[in-house]
């Protein structure tokens, strides 16, 4: 066919699809493609392409631990091997334990979600033992953000001294709070824990917690949790997870 002729058959196609022959139709039958890409399928559905992921997006959700994890970590400190272990059941951390070989306990706090909701909270320390009765009025979770970018959450509660060997408190002594968390993600990076053991997607971020007066760094991976948290010097890290 000459090139005069596929001039006048284009021009042709082109009259009919025009608004003033609205009697015209294009039947097609399979897939329109651009450039080898689908773009309408042979049933008739635009294909949408999937939206970039911004490789500086960090949702928290995502790092959260399984919901009946046991998470294990250690540090030294002077001379003396601690060994913390947190344990969470259907998504709830319900104990965290800090231990030396010896058997003492140097910290902990046991949590039992009673049957009206609110929680009875066992705190152990070197030196004395607090039992409080705490309510959670309202709470919030960390919103997706991206490296560098701060985000908050919060917990407003009330809590009742129902029992303490510790000096200055007193059963019955009710308290309102509200603790807000402050957290910046600096960076995504491989973290190496244990003997030659790797996790790939993980993130280094800045937290401002309550009960420090000044920030401490923490690590998070996808799918298990935290996995290094405490003093900047001298934080504990992850040992195993299950």
């Not at 039947?27 to 399928?41: A, P, Y």
């Not at 631990?65 to 970590?73: E, S």
């Not at 909701?117 to 009025?137: D, F, Y």
């Not at 007066?213 to 991976?221: L, M, P, Q, V």
Request: proline share 5%; hydrophobic share 35%; with cysteine.
């Amino acid at each position: 066919m000459k090139k005069s002729m596929l001039s006048l058959l284009a021009l042709a196609i082109t009259t009919s699809l025009s608004a003033g022959a609205t009697a015209a139709s294009l039947d097609v039958h399979g897939d329109i493609k651009v450039n080898g890409k689908t773009v309408i399928d042979s049933k008739g559905n635009l294909i949408q392409p999937a939206p970039a992921v911004d490789p500086l997006l960090v949702d928290m959700v995502e790092y959260e631990p399984a919901p009946n994890a046991k998470l294990t970590y250690q540090r030294t400190l002077n001379g003396i091997v601690e060994t913390s272990v947190i344990s969470y059941e259907d998504g709830r951390e319900v104990s965290t334990i800090i231990t030396q070989p010896s058997g003492k306990v140097v910290w902990g706090a046991e949590r039992v979600l009673q049957a009206n909701g609110e929680v009875e909270v066992t705190t152990t320390t070197e030196v004395c033992v607090k039992i409080a009765r705490m309510n959670i009025e309202a709470s919030s979770g960390f919103y997706p953000t991206t490296i560098g970018s701060p985000i908050s959450r919060f917990d407003k509660f009330s809590s009742e001294i129902l029992n303490s060997s510790c000096v200055d408190d007193v059963a019955g002594t009710i308290i309102h709070a509200i603790e807000l968390y402050n957290l910046v993600p600096l960076a995504k990076y491989e973290y190496q824990y244990g003997e030659g053991n790797s996790l790939k997607d993980c993130v280094l971020a800045e937290l401002d917690v309550p009960w420090k007066d000044d920030h401490e760094y923490r690590t998070y991976c996808k799918g298990v949790g935290m996995v290094e948290y405490g003093d900047k010097g001298n934080p504990y890290k992850l040992v195993s997870f299950e």
